[in-house]
């Protein structure tokens, strides 16, 4: 009886979300080719997402559940999170077909068999990362934006130029840290730590001047981590326009699939609802020129 | 090993396991940019090094020292060889790089380089200090008998007579925690130290390639080869010495 209750409320819950993440979107039509039965996944009628854990907002929302920290990937709740589900919708898999795994950004694109069907979580592509693993087509564009703490001299940059003089941080292995050294080129040699928090904690410590992170992430930073810091600006896109991708492994056909699925979702303009909805106010920081 | 290599080269992930781990033209392209950053471990090791030497033989010195009166002493020391060897050294490091400068204290530097060399020389002073503790206690009792009969003080048999015979006898295992603290520097890359570990990941992530770990292994051997011949040498020539000494060929 108490079984059947708690599945009748996660129905009710997962309809309620389904009805508020979706907004103003039609009823989905299949995509021809794509039937369920015919994807290939990890376990048959069940869609396994990889994310990495913490999942913090924006890209994630919700309270936090066991394994997740910060946030929950199973809310519905957050960019990342919402377009998951879209995609998932659009494939047509039910909210309770949708199985959500915890996967090191690291353990993603290691050789081997994978454990999911695709994995979420701030994943730039680039054409080297794409002879390891395929990526999807992009879901969204992203800016890297610099992060200091209030009422210190990094905070006054108005250019690129103006970041030299500071010593910067960035968890190593992303764009962010990447665009440090590629774009910023800073006279003092960048720090590269193993997570966000660690950049976060050595940036508090006054160990650095300022942390890079993606514009989205630079909200939980100011809003969660340091109170006392603020976007000191957008940081120009030099190159090609970085964008995210849903990664999966080498050769996974079920790409194809979530591709046509993103391309609906661009095209009925879900994607820009949900960018509106969850990424709106964090997008208004000043560009550095 | 035949047998490996076959294992290993027919194994179905092998041409997938080839393509992210040998690389041959990133490894030509990546090896400056990682030899640059493994400059970094290198002075790490120097420094550290040169103070480890003398601090774990101090240590050593005080836990030997006799008698009631310095019980206190003696007992710090063990105290403190206990903990610094039995806390990992990542932990310490961690503790310290992001801890000491989270205190705030105007004087207190922040410097992640500084505290990765304090992190390392108190874990390493613990397990070098042993190695001392066992060359001195391998010193026949009857040299610093034969010592103090001849009017040397206690200080000046441990200076003159006891400490030159049992660093001659320690140099090999010496040698070996050297070796260890050298492969150890890679830790100071959790505080965000961009050395030869760090700039691996980085360049790994950044294009989803392994092949930069070969390079970075390439360096450490490089460097610990040369190290472990010389000890060798080092280990015959004293052995030659005491020999020939000895009146034995």
Same mark, same amino acid.
Request: glycine share 6%; net charge positive; hydrophobic share 45%.
């Given at each position: 009886?108490?079984?059947?209750?708690?599945?009748?409320?996660?129905?009710?819950?997962?309809?309620?979300?389904?009805?508020?993440?979706?907004?103003?979107?039609?009823?989905?039509?299949?995509?021809?080719?794509?039937?369920?039965?015919?994807?290939?996944?990890?376990?048959?009628?069940?869609?396994?997402?990889?994310?990495?854990?913490?999942?913090?907002?924006?890209?994630?929302?919700?309270?936090?559940?066991?394994?997740?920290? +910060?946030?929950?990937?199973?809310?519905?709740?957050?960019?990342?999170?919402?377009?998951?589900?879209?995609?998932?919708?659009?494939?047509?898999?039910?909210?309770?077909?949708?199985?959500?795994?915890?996967?090191?950004?690291?353990?993603?694109?290691?050789?081997?068999?994978?454990?999911?069907?695709?994995?979420?979580?701030? +994943?730039?592509?680039?054409?080297?990362?794409?002879?390891? +693993?395929?990526?999807?087509?992009?879901?969204?564009?992203?800016?890297?934006?610099?992060?200091?703490?209030?009422?210190?001299?990094?905070?006054?940059?108005?250019?690129?130029?103006?970041?030299?003089?500071?010593?910067?941080?960035?968890?190593?292995?992303?764009?962010?840290?990447?665009?440090?050294?590629?774009?910023?080129?800073?006279?003092?040699?960048?720090?590269?730590?193993?997570?966000?928090?660690?950049?976060?904690?050595?940036?508090?410590?006054?160990?650095?001047?300022?942390?890079?992170?993606?514009?989205?992430?630079?909200?939980?930073?100011?809003?969660?981590?340091?109170?006392?810091?603020?976007? +000191?600006?957008?940081?120009?896109?030099?190159?090609?326009?970085?964008?995210?991708?849903?990664?999966?492994?080498?050769?996974?056909?079920?790409?194809?699939?979530?591709?046509?699925?993103?391309?609906?979702?661009?095209?009925?303009?879900?994607?820009?609802?949900?960018?509106?909805?969850?990424?709106?106010?964090?997008?208004?920081?000043?560009?550095?020129? | 090993?035949?047998?490996?290599?076959?294992?290993?080269?027919?194994?179905?992930?092998?041409?997938?396991?080839?393509?992210?781990?040998?690389?041959?033209?990133?490894?030509?392209?990546?090896?400056?940019?990682?030899?640059?950053?493994?400059?970094?471990?290198?002075?790490?090791?120097?420094?550290?090094?040169?103070?480890?030497?003398?601090?774990?033989?101090?240590?050593?010195?005080?836990?030997?020292?006799?008698?009631?009166?310095?019980?206190?002493?003696?007992?710090?020391?063990?105290?403190?060889?206990?903990?610094?060897?039995?806390?990992?050294?990542?932990?310490?490091?961690?503790?310290?790089?992001?801890?000491?400068?989270?205190?705030?204290?105007?004087?207190?530097?922040?410097?992640?380089?500084?505290?990765?060399?304090?992190?390392?020389?108190?874990?390493?002073?613990?397990?070098?200090?042993?190695?001392?503790?066992?060359?001195?206690?391998?010193?026949?009792?009857?040299?610093?008998?034969?010592?103090?009969?001849?009017?040397?003080?206690?200080?000046?048999?441990?200076?003159?007579?006891?400490?030159?015979?049992?660093?001659?006898?320690?140099?090999?295992?010496?040698?070996?925690?050297?070796?260890?603290?050298?492969?150890?520097?890679?830790?100071?890359?959790?505080?965000?130290?961009?050395?030869?570990?760090?700039?691996?990941?980085?360049?790994?992530?950044?294009?989803?390639?392994?092949?930069?770990?070969?390079?970075?292994?390439?360096?450490?051997?490089?460097?610990?080869?040369?190290?472990?011949?010389?000890?060798?040498?080092?280990?015959?020539?004293?052995?030659?010495?005491?020999?020939?000494?000895?009146?034995?060929?």
């Amino acid at each position: 009886m108490r079984k059947a209750l708690l599945v009748a409320f996660a129905a009710m819950l997962a309809l309620v979300a389904a009805t508020t993440a979706s907004g103003d979107q039609t009823t989905t039509a299949a995509i021809p080719g794509c039937a369920i039965d015919s994807l290939n996944l990890q376990e048959e009628g069940t869609l396994t997402i990889g994310a990495d854990n913490p999942a913090f907002p924006p890209w994630f929302g919700g309270t936090p559940r066991s394994p997740w920290k +910060v946030s929950d990937p199973r809310s519905g709740q957050g960019y990342e999170s919402a377009v998951a589900y879209a995609i998932a919708r659009q494939l047509g898999f039910a909210r309770g077909d949708i199985e959500w795994t915890y996967v090191p950004f690291a353990r993603s694109y290691r050789p081997g068999r994978k454990p999911f069907d695709f994995f979420i979580t701030q +994943v730039s592509y680039s054409p080297e990362r794409d002879r390891a +693993v395929d990526f999807s087509k992009a879901y969204y564009f992203l800016k890297q934006a610099v992060v200091g703490l209030r009422g210190r001299p990094i905070t006054r940059a108005r250019t690129v130029a103006d970041l030299r003089p500071y010593r910067l941080g960035a968890q190593f292995g992303t764009t962010s840290y990447n665009y440090i050294t590629r774009f910023i080129r800073p006279s003092s040699s960048p720090r590269a730590y193993d997570t966000n928090d660690l950049a976060v904690q050595a940036l508090k410590n006054g160990q650095i001047d300022g942390i890079v992170v993606d514009t989205p992430t630079t909200y939980y930073v100011t809003t969660v981590q340091i109170p006392n810091s603020r976007v +000191v600006g957008q940081l120009p896109t030099r190159g090609a326009r970085e964008r995210l991708g849903l990664v999966f492994e080498r050769g996974n056909a079920l790409r194809t699939c979530v591709n046509r699925a993103i391309d609906r979702l661009w095209r009925n303009r879900t994607i820009n609802a949900l960018q509106r909805r969850w990424l709106a106010k964090v997008e208004r920081a000043r560009e550095l020129k | 090993v035949a047998a490996v290599v076959l294992l290993v080269t027919r194994a179905s992930g092998w041409e997938e396991f080839k393509a992210y781990f040998f690389d041959w033209e990133r490894y030509r392209e990546s090896f400056p940019e990682i030899a640059d950053a493994f400059w970094i471990n290198v002075k790490i090791f120097l420094i550290a090094e040169a103070i480890i030497l003398f601090t774990a033989l101090g240590l050593a010195v005080l836990r030997g020292l006799p008698g009631p009166v310095f019980l206190p002493i003696r007992l710090l020391a063990i105290a403190y060889a206990d903990f610094f060897r039995g806390v990992p050294t990542i932990l310490v490091i961690l503790m310290l790089g992001t801890g000491m400068p989270a205190l705030g204290i105007s004087w207190v530097p922040i410097s992640e380089m500084f505290w990765a060399i304090v992190a390392l020389v108190l874990v390493y002073t613990a397990y070098v200090s042993e190695v001392y503790r066992a060359g001195i206690e391998s010193v026949h009792p009857s040299q610093d008998a034969a010592a103090r009969s001849l009017g040397l003080t206690r200080a000046q048999s441990l200076r003159h007579v006891v400490i030159p015979q049992a660093v001659r006898r320690v140099v090999p295992p010496l040698l070996n925690d050297f070796i260890g603290l050298q492969k150890d520097t890679a830790l100071v890359s959790v505080l965000g130290v961009v050395e030869a570990l760090r700039q691996t990941q980085i360049n790994e992530a950044a294009e989803f390639n392994g092949t930069y770990y070969l390079v970075a292994a390439t360096l450490f051997v490089a460097l610990t080869i040369p190290l472990a011949r010389a000890t060798d040498w080092l280990v015959a020539r004293e052995r030659r010495q005491r020999l020939a000494a000895a009146g034995v060929r």
